[in-house]
């Protein structure tokens, strides 16, 4: 069965900081991943996706994310954080092929200190 | 806007009420998915449906029961539920099993 680990439940960086949150994933072949953002009592918003071929994926928001197969990972990052990128943050992993059953990780939240 | 819609956005009721969930997603999607999250949890994923065929029960108890009457609609219909029940509850669709997730608003509920 697949898992999904996000190590951090709190991140806390000063506005204009760069940020990488960290996703680890349990899967026993390729899995397609995600990033979802979550504002406070709203559903949760798609950030990013990976299927295959180039493993670092561009999203919405500037953020990115890299794929390592290696170290099982799919970290998100950001250059520059802004006020309004407080949130929460969470990683999905999925099933290649018709069977998939989503897998969240616990998420991370993310404070932003002006 | 996200597609997804979800009514009511809030509902309070008693452990003897019954009441109903609605979802709709306007963007031709074929599969649907009820999630629960509570504060301090993680998110859980109650039911999967894809092309009207519920595919997943993630061990939810018999007082929440789905239904898709198409790939449009989904309904969590609630009954004698209990107060640990009171969470946000979340739909999300996607282009099929296996796709990125579209979700909605959510419904906060309130059992007294």
């Known amino acids: 069965a697949q898992s999904v680990t996000q190590p951090d439940i709190h991140i806390t960086v000063s506005e204009g900081a760069s940020l990488e949150l960290r996703c680890n994933y349990s899967?026993?072949?390729?899995?397609?991943l995600f990033w979802y953002v979550q504002s406070p009592g709203q559903g949760l918003q798609l950030l990013l996706k990976?299927?295959?071929?180039?493993?670092l994926v561009q999203g919405i928001k500037g953020f990115e994310a890299e794929f390592k197969r290696s170290q099982s990972s799919f970290n998100l990052r950001k250059p520059s954080v802004h006020w309004s990128d407080a949130a929460e943050y969470f990683c999905?992993?999925?099933?290649?092929?018709?069977?998939?059953?989503?897998?969240f990780g616990r998420g991370t939240s993310l404070i932003v200190h002006p | 806007e996200t597609g997804v819609t979800q009514t009511p956005r809030h509902l309070v009721m008693g452990m003897t009420n019954k009441k109903s969930l609605k979802c709709e997603q306007h963007?031709?999607?074929?599969?649907m998915y009820w999630y629960k999250q509570s504060a301090k949890k993680p998110l859980e994923l109650m039911f999967v449906?894809?092309?009207?065929?519920?595919?997943e029960n993630n061990s939810v108890p018999s007082r929440f029961s789905p239904e898709c009457p198409n790939s449009s609609h989904l309904f969590l219909h609630l009954h004698t539920l209990q107060p640990e029940d009171s969470a946000l509850y979340l739909c999300?669709?996607?282009?099929?099993?296996?796709?990125?997730?579209?979700f909605g608003p959510g419904t906060r509920l309130t059992v007294t």
């Open positions: 999300a669709s996607s282009p099929r099993q296996g796709n990125e997730q579209y």
């Open positions: 899967y026993g072949a390729t899995p397609y």
């Open positions: 990976y299927f295959s071929g180039d493993t």
């Open positions: 999905d992993v999925g099933a290649t092929g018709g069977s998939y059953i989503p897998t």
């Open positions: 963007l031709g999607h074929n599969a």
């Open positions: 449906y894809s092309l009207e065929e519920r595919v």
